[in-house]
C-alpha cells in the first residue's frame, strides 16, 4: 500500500499563528506513523547536521569489537594498536598465497598512500596472515617487500587465530588441496582502519578503492 502524501498547508488570513500550524503537522505526522506501522521519531527526526564528516567508507564509529591484538610481527617483535599510535592503521586478515584478495588489498593501500603525498607516510598497512604454517617470518617479510617497505606483517598461533577471529569477527577456513600442501585460505576479505589515538573508525570491502581510503585516511588524521 502506498503512503499517502500529506497535505500541503497555507497560513489562514484569520489565523496568523505558526506555532499551531505546526501542532498540526506533527499531528498528522503521529498519526500516519500509526497507519504505517512506522515509528514516529523516524518520520520526524531531523537531517543530518550540515558539514558532518561524510566518510567514503563504511563509519563504524564506537563498534564494539576489533579492538586490539598483541602478536609477534615478521621480525619477531610483539605488536600491539599503541605501537602504531599517531598513524591511521590499516588491518586485514590474509596470506601470502592468497591468487587476488590480499595482493589488490596491499597495491590499493600502497597507492593510497601515494595520492595521500607527505600525509602518506602516516598511512600503515597491518596483514594478519590466516596462514601461520605457511607464512614464515621470512615469508612475510619477502611477501610485504614487494608492496611497501613500513607494512607490517603478524604471525598468530593457532589458538590466537582462532581467538582473533572472535574479536574481528572474520572468517577463515582450510580448503584443501590436491596435496597436504597445495591447500588453500578462504577468509573475510574486509579492512579495519583505526585513527590516529587507535580507534577503530571505518570498515571496508574488498577493492573500496585507493581514492577512497586516501580521502578518508586524511579525514582521519585532520582529527575528525
Not at 518520520?43 to 564506537?62: C, E, H, N, R
Not at 610483539?78 to 590499516?90: A, E, H
Request: proline fraction near 8%; glycine fraction near 8%.
Amino acid at each position: 500500500m502506498k503512503a499517502l502524501s500529506p497535505p500541503k498547508y497555507r497560513r489562514s488570513p484569520s489565523d496568523g499563528s505558526e506555532a499551531k500550524v505546526q501542532r498540526r503537522r506533527i499531528a498528522l505526522v503521529l498519526g500516519a506513523s500509526v497507519l504505517l506501522g512506522v515509528p514516529a521519531a523516524i518520520l520526524v527526526q531531523p537531517k543530518s547536521k550540515p558539514g558532518a564528516t561524510a566518510f567514503k567508507l563504511i563509519d563504524i564509529t564506537g563498534a564494539g569489537y576489533a579492538r586490539d591484538f598483541l602478536l609477534p610481527d615478521q621480525d619477531g617483535l610483539v605488536r600491539s594498536l599503541r605501537d602504531f599510535k599517531g598513524d591511521v592503521t590499516v588491518v586485514f586478515f590474509g596470506f601470502t598465497q592468497c591468487p587476488d584478495v590480499c595482493p589488490t588489498t596491499l597495491t590499493e593501500i600502497a597507492k593510497a598512500k601515494k595520492l595521500m603525498g607527505p600525509d602518506g607516510a602516516r598511512l600503515r598497512a597491518i596483514l594478519i596472515t590466516v596462514d601461520p604454517d605457511r607464512d614464515t617470518p621470512q615469508v612475510l617479510k619477502t611477501y610485504l617487500a614487494n608492496f611497501d617497505p613500513g607494512f607490517v606483517a603478524l604471525r598468530p598461533s593457532p589458538d590466537q587465530l582462532q581467538q582473533l577471529a572472535a574479536e574481528f569477527k572474520i572468517y577463515f577456513r582450510k580448503s584443501p588441496g590436491k596435496t597436504p600442501t597445495s591447500y588453500t585460505m578462504d577468509h573475510a576479505a574486509a579492512n579495519f582502519v583505526y585513527d590516529p589515538r587507535g580507534r577503530l573508525r571505518l570498515y571496508t570491502r574488498y577493492a573500496s578503492g585507493a581514492e577512497a581510503l586516501a580521502s578518508d585516511a586524511k579525514l582521519l588524521l585532520s582529527g575528525v
